[in-house]
């Protein structure tokens, strides 16, 4: 990556004057706090005490009985999902920046969840901008984050899901810049955000390939991670990227497919690939699940894509569904529908030794899966 914030054509700030000065003073706040030891010594003493790091590696016998498969136990991070790394150390982050208001958007809910934990945590105001419609699929969530004492402000335009919401939340940063910081939830939007958020979700890739050598005394021959803005799978890829040996896939929801199917264009503040149609207009996403219902995905996704170093492929609800259930009964581990794509992908693959990112726990699908 250059100093601007490019990955190859993608990245870089696309962004209104008035938000400059707030992202130069994040960079150089994220500089600072990288280059001081006792950043990452706070972060890692959080991440052990508080969020329950290292997470375990599992060996899944029973689901794919002809391979070797590891599943991150990302699920069995507090809050149940790898939300908490990048909340966690973004809200250090705007500790040390002395903003005391966070604004987030969230798909599933599981990014409001993680960012009104780390505000009851240090005592930060917190207003969570959130789709009508994934407020209806992820009811539980909305509940969890009113508990912890953050605004749960509807989206009521549009598709009501994620884009929409991640619109509103720039909005109101836009409004209050002096006073908040945006705690964004993937590694999308403009130069720094998706390099902030891979270094603090790379805790995954770093953990994975330690206990991946213990286990098997190799590396795995392919690590496999869904993709929505695509923040667990940079996490987990950025362990294993130098390995030139080791196949990187993303999988995709089949009609959210930025990568597989998308055309390069801006949205929300970065050059990226994003579903859109002939005229340049950005498209709508569909997913069966929220946190993979969105249109855009990080800038370095689409640079490794066109690199050829990870593929990227599809998955259809109906096959996350029967993945969700099969691992729900063969592991006695309920995924959440997110990384039940990646799992789709699995059986098929001709590798034998495979790392699959178990992003999140199921809990929060339910709802949605029993009324299939
Ligand atoms: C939000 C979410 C995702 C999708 O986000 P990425 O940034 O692509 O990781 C995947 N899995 C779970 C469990 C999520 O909550």
């Excluded at 899901?161 to 209050?176: F, G, H, P």
């Excluded at 030139?244 to 264009?265: I, P």
Aim: aromatic fraction near 6%.
């Amino acid at each position: 990556m250059t100093s601007a914030g490019l990955y190859g054509a993608y990245g870089g700030r696309y962004v209104p004057e008035t938000l400059v000065p707030a992202l130069d003073e994040l960079d150089s706040g994220w500089r600072a706090a990288r280059a001081d030891a006792s950043f990452q010594a706070e972060l890692d003493e959080l991440g052990r005490t508080f969020a329950g790091r290292p997470t375990p590696l599992t060996r899944a016998e029973r689901y794919a009985s002809d391979k070797r498969l590891y599943l991150k136990r990302e699920d069995l991070l507090h809050t149940g999902a790898h939300k908490l790394n990048n909340a966690l150390g973004q809200a250090v982050l705007a500790r040390r920046l002395s903003k005391r208001r966070i604004v987030a958007e969230t798909g599933a809910g599981q990014h409001g969840v993680a960012t009104a934990t780390v505000c009851a945590r240090f005592g930060l105001e917190c207003v969570v901008y959130m789709g009508e419609e994934d407020m209806r699929r992820q009811r539980p969530n909305v509940e969890r984050m009113n508990l912890l004492g953050a605004e749960v402000r509807p989206v009521e335009f549009g598709k009501r899901t994620l884009k929409e919401a991640t619109s509103e939340a720039i909005r109101d940063w836009i409004t209050n810049v002096e006073t908040t910081h945006y705690l964004i939830g993937s590694c999308v939007g403009p130069s720094p955000y998706p390099e902030i958020v891979r270094e603090l979700q790379a805790v995954i890739g770093r953990e994975s390939r330690a206990q991946f050598l213990q286990a098997e005394g190799r590396l795995p021959e392919v690590v496999v991670a869904c993709v929505g803005g695509g923040s667990n799978a940079i996490g987990i890829f950025a362990g294993f990227i130098d390995d030139a040996g080791v196949r990187l896939l993303g999988v995709e929801a089949a009609d959210a497919a930025s990568l597989g199917s998308g055309n390069a264009a801006v949205l929300h503040g970065a050059r990226s690939s994003v579903l859109s149609d002939a005229d340049g207009q950005i498209t709508d996403a569909h997913s069966i699940s929220a946190g993979l219902d969105y249109p855009g995905v990080g800038p370095e996704h689409a640079w490794l894509r066109d690199s050829g170093r990870a593929d990227y492929v599809g998955a259809t609800d109906a096959e996350a569904l029967a993945a969700f259930r099969d691992l729900t009964r063969l592991e006695g581990i309920i995924p959440a529908l997110e990384p039940a794509h990646a799992l789709a992908r699995v059986r098929e693959l001709d590798e034998e030794l495979v790392l699959v990112c178990l992003s999140g726990r199921g809990d929060k699908d339910l709802a949605e899966v029993l009324a299939q």
